[in-house]
């Protein structure tokens, strides 16, 4: 998580390069390393940033773990387009701290990841995985109201072979 939370800090880097004061950042989550590694090094450097986690519904196990206080585990028989995001429960020290860190959590569908990922191969010109596209996932749906708002968004992995990324453009070729 230590090393994880240099994206963090990277990020909180450009936004004062920029002279932008974040509002949040949204960042994918599985198990929970990368989300509180940033949330964790964003407390000491940008403290009113809050941070939210990002993952896909049916593996949602750390925003139900931050709602209800608690680690709990997901139960889901299905599967996700977001194949790195399917953790049914948040780590223990990455909870531990994301009950510290962490705004809360938020879950997108399928379609929304598909979406995402069509939007930034079409738009910025990144290759992203469905589960790395989880962050411009949230955004995109509407899950995270990001209007009026300073907002970093967490694209990470280019693990998506390009029948993935065709499908999803073919899916949705007009973003």
Known sequence: MAGQGTVGLEIARAASAMGVALDAVLAPCSGGGLVTGIALALSQVSPATRVFSVEPEGFDGMRQ?????ARVTVKTGALSIADALMSPFPGHVPFALARLHLAGGLAVDDDALRRAVSFAFRRIKVVAEPGGAAALAAVLSGAFDAKGKNVALV?????ADPETVSTCCAHFPSP
Do not use: F, L, Q, V
């Open 155 to 159: 694209i990470s992995g280019g693990n």
């Open 65 to 69: 773990s931050h709602d209800k206080g």
